[in-house]
């Protein structure tokens, strides 16, 4: 070439190329433009693509980078508006078809024309800050087609009624949508919220929140659920479908305000369908569908949660103060455990174990079983009545099942050495006549208590059980050793109890019979001759004896009753007649248990082994009592039982109260002289809460008590009042 | 189209090649023979019988296309002799093959495997600045007021001239921005800190300090790239004493908060600063200050506060001869220590976890000194990549490895004076002589494929 010439005038070299063919970047544009067109019309199949792209690559090379770039951009606009206009002329529904078509022609055009440009696209674009080709056509496709103002509101106005009508149930061509949304979004998130997903979301709003009020106005509380949670189905089925994976979240967090949120507290509160009525009528369905609703929207669930609270303490707290249910322990307490596995269900079922809904069912649970005092003492009766009878023949596990419920209205109680108190009283009966059903449940619960309160919550119990063991083996050896000499007397079974670990009452000891009493001068003295030093009284309260007799037509019973009984019976055997206070001199019993017994024997209908004058419910103090030789029974063993309620009379109580309140004292001194030495120096609000707090498993401390106990302690020198602060104690070593 | 069994034939420049398509699949979509074998290119299928025959033709260089379509092949590149590098990644840029090129040339860097490939002399009359290694490759080396800017492939581009203002430090952004900080001269206004573009050495943006709201003219010094957060810091000296370091962000390019230098410590004349991504601090070392003593600090920005400093102030009272003076700094976060090194290349260690603590010399110097007397030399230089430390001394530059920092390679040319300063990046180290205005370039080789 005639470069080659020159070739030593190497400054004009570069430019000299150039003037020779002024026309050469024009005519490879020509040559490109042209191809582009083709591509357009869908007649590239006589295109070389080799060719084209060498062309471009020279211009390129021959720095016509910005003709051919901007050539590029004015073809393109040029073809798109011709679009444009092909689109706007569609008519109705075919609008959205032919907008698809065109963006599908575009795309492939646009690969084609990216293909070519290539080498502009690495080269040319990121040294002279250009858009690359391909963003460059999406843009323009924006900018001449969506932006255009006769097809964007057309556009809008198209896919948003599509929406509307499928939601009120119009079958629409999903696929198109699809292609449709999936445009915008290829055009950039900002095009797809802007020009589509804020209408969508605003039009979305104001649908439901007139179906909301429409709905909210004929429907009950399930269907309304019912209808939102279709609803929201609907809308992330949409979403699945043809939307942004992005819009999930905006359009069901419009449905749940407009359907949900707005309405939340009318819901909850709606007459005869609300929350309380399934509650009460345990709708697992609706309330699961509640729960999952309102879970999704601010404050929701703690919506659920109070309304649920205030319920259950309203009903809790009408069972504990009912004076009908008082009147039965056992009834009361599986009342207040079919209660708890009510709502423990509804909170398996429906709540999805929420722990905030349980925490809020066991708040509930402990504010109103505390609300009666005598919670204590009827949880304690349930397990006796359950121990005495009412597992037998249960299965292992189901008694542990009953045992861990009563468990875990125990840890509801506050005052948790009450029912210690009771419960020892319980177990003791239970153990001393013989009426526990199985060992092995006594045990379990007491390992249950332990694990619960610890160890010394429950030593005194074990005790019990211990001195059940060794009087069985004591009496064992006290008739392998006497055998000889006991010859045909009464038979003695002697429970030897260890002073303390006991709940004895100190009763007066009553006059036993003489045939008794040598048997029992006898044990006594195998007993102290093994353990020396010992002391040992007897507890006539507390004793049964089985005796026979022998009435008027000759037939024998046996008689099952206590000691007392016995000895009142023994009087008998020398007489038919005695007036009461005949029998009260000669069995020494204390007045009220005399006349227990005296109403057990003769006014109890069927086993008035007694005759009474005068007939009467109640014994005075000038009764006479008459051997009944009429006395008639089916059965040959006879229970007598003692006329005592089983329930605590109202002295006993206010007793077992005041003997409760006398055994805190001594933890509260101890607690409070543990935490002084370790502490040393202390303020009076400290320690009441360090007092509160170290007690707490087993009751409340009354702030006022733990005042006196100081006070107390401050007189007996274990602690003083600081001289300049008068609120500070000090510990005294 | 792909013929039977999948076999595709090339007539370049007059040359027949076949091959198969899933060779040419490694050219990937997106290259000229991605695009030239696409279904949209060739709409007809082919009648069995006379596909055979078809071929593509392609106006290009056969020689070259040989070695490229070798590449595709096998994942390696053999150059002959004879062919000039230029013309190679001439063509493999019309195929959009150079990511490719560039990728079989070498290997990730390893300071123990160098191999010096290339010593590229410069126009300038010595005494260069600071080199700078790009991301992808290429490097730009300051002088006086001119940055020349080569890429991977070593071409110079368009050298960036600052209209007679000294440049003080450079760094990439990415492969086609570079900052530069440069000194205000007086009376001007001018100075302060720009990007150019790496490839037309245009300006694209100033960078800003404003104190006060009032915009102020100011000469940047050391300069550091947060990478996790997009941030550049620089030292900067305001007229009216605002000295302190100055933070903007890359993308947006606006200034986002200032360090006023607190007393005692300065940082307007800091010449090293780098920025510690697990500590989120800055490490800020002025090591030839006007009047104070030198200073090593740690920045937190967050809540304007030096977490850790130490200073050479009670050891420089009586300066003799042997006292060691410490010249360069660079942080090191994983042992928790900021590694100096003295005039006589002695490497020594500071505690980053104690406050109070002196420097930990290590007496390299008495087994390597080499140090020739009237040679003259340069300060050293220190620089760390994954768990090597580099040090500079003379015409050399030394590898340490390991927990106890055992030097393990050396790598040196004999030629061009000593290197006044190196840099390490886009898996390359650049090496620049402060005599013969000569860098050198080193690379790992690409590891075998066996």
Known sequence: MSAQKKRNFKIEAFKHRVELDPNYAERTWRVLEHAIHEIYNHNASGLSFEELYRNAYNMVLHKYGEKLYSGLVNTMTGHLKEIARSIEAAQGGFFLEELNVKWGDHNKALQMIRDILMYMDRTFVPSNHKTPVHELGLNLWRDNIIHSSKIQTRLLDMLLDLIHRERTGEVINRGLMRNITKMLMDLGSSVYQEDF????????????????????????????????????????????????????????????????????????????????????????????????????????????????????????????????????????????????????????????????????????????????????????????????????????????????????????????DVFEKYYKQHLAKRLLSGKSVSDDTERSMIVKLKTECGYQFTSKLEGMFTDMKTSIDTMQGFYSSQYSEIGDGPTLAVQVLTTGSWPTQPSAPCNLPAEILVICEKFRTFYLGTHTGRRLTWQTNMGTADIKATFGKGQKHELNVSTYQMCILMLYNSTDQLTYREIEQATEIAPSDLKRCLQSLACVKGKNVLRKEPMSKDIAEDDAFYFNDKFMSKFFKVKIGTVAAQKESEPEKQETRQRVEEDRKPQIEAAIVRIMKSRRVLDHNTIVTEVTSQLQSRFLPNPVIIKKRIESLIEREFLERDKADRKLYRYLA | MASRRGRIRFNVGGKIFETTATTLANAGRHSMLG??????????????????????????????????????????????????????????????????????????????????????????????????????????????????????????????????????????????????????????????????????????????????????????????????????????KGRCNEYGIGVWDQITGQQVDFFYEPPGCSLGD??????????????????????????????????????????????????????????????????????????????????????????????????????????????PKLATHNGQLFSSMNDGISVFCGPEWVLTSTLRRSYGGSICDFSIGGDRLFALHSEENVFDVWETPPSLTI
């Open chain 2, 270 to 379: 800091a010449d090293k600063l780098q920025w510690l991504d697990g500590d989120k601090c800055l490490m800020v070392a002025t090591l030839f200050p006007r009047t104070d003593n030198c200073f090593i600090g740690l920045l937190d920005f967050r809540d304007k506060s030096v977490n850790w400093s130490w200073s050479d102030a009670g050891t420089s009272v009586s300066l003799s001869l042997d006292e060691k003076r410490v010249l360069h700094a660079i942080a090191i976060e994983d042992s928790r220590s900021i590694c100096v090194v003295n005039q006589y290349d002695d490497l020594g260690f500071i505690d980053l976890r104690s406050n109070a603590g002196g420097v930990r010399w290590s007496s390299r110097s008495k087994l390597t000194n080499r140090k020739a007397p009237n040679e003259e030399s340069c300060y």
């Open chain 1, 197 to 416: 997903e804020k209408p969508f979301l605003g039009v979305s709003a104001s649908f439901y929140s007139v179906e909301s009020q429409q709905l909210i106005e004929c429907c009950d509380c399930g269907e309304y659920l019912r209808k939102a949670e279709r609803r929201l189905n609907e809308e992330i089925e949409r979403v699945s479908h043809y939307l942004d994976v992005k819009s999930e979240v905006k359009i069901t967090s419009v449905v749940e305000g407009e359907m949900i949120a707005n309405h939340m507290q009318r819901l909850v509160h709606m007459e005869n369908s609300g929350l309380v009525s399934m509650l009460v009528d345990d709708k697992y369905e609706d309330l699961s569908r509640m729960y999952n609703l309102f879970r999704r929207v601010p404050d929701g669930l703690s919506t659920i949660k109070d309304v649920m609270t205030s319920h259950l303490r309203e009903t809790g707290k009408q069972l504990v103060s009912d004076p009908e249910k008082l009147k039965d322990p056992v009834d009361f307490v599986q009342h207040l455990l079919d209660e708890k596995d009510k709502y423990d269900k509804i909170i398996r079922k429906a709540f999805n174990n929420d722990k905030t809904f349980q925490n809020a069912l066991n708040s509930s649970f402990e504010y109103f079983i505390n609300l009666n005092n005598r919670s204590p003492e009827f949880i304690s009766l349930y397990v006796d009545d359950k121990l005495r009878k009412g597992l037998k023949g249960v299965s292992e596990e189901d008694v542990e099942v009953v045992l861990d419920k009563v468990m875990m209205l125990f840890r509801y109680l506050q005052e948790k």
């Open chain 2, 35 to 236: 695009a030239l074998l696409d279904d949209s290119w060739n709409p007809r299928q082919p009648v069995e019988g006379e596909a055979a025959d078809a071929e593509y033709f392609i106006d290009r260089n056969p020689a070259c296309f040989a070695v490229l379509l070798d590449l595709l092949r096998t994942g390696e590149l053999h150059v002959p002799p004879n062919m000039p590098e230029k013309l190679l990644n001439r063509e493999a840029l019309f195929y959009g093959l150079l990511d490719q090129v560039r990728a079989a040339r070498w290997g990730p860097f390893d300071g123990n495997r160098l191999q010096l490939v290339d010593s590229v002399s410069g126009r300038a009359p010595g005494d260069g600045t600071a080199i700078r290694a790009g991301p992808d490759g290429g490097c730009c080396v300051a002088h006086g007021s001119m940055v020349h800017v080569y890429d991977w492939m070593l071409e110079e581009h368009r050298p960036i001239s600052l209209d007679y203002q000294q440049v003080n430090d450079v760094g990439y952004i990415d492969a086609e921005s570079i900052v530069i900080s440069a000194r205000e001269r007086l009376g001007k206004g001018d100075g302060g800190m720009g990007v150019f573009s790496s490839s037309t050495g245009e300006l694209r943006h100033r960078f800003r300090v404003s104190h006060d709201n009032q915009v102020k003219s100011f000469t940047a010094g050391a300069l550091s790239l947060g990478s996790s957060d997009y941030k550049i810091f620089a030292s900067c």
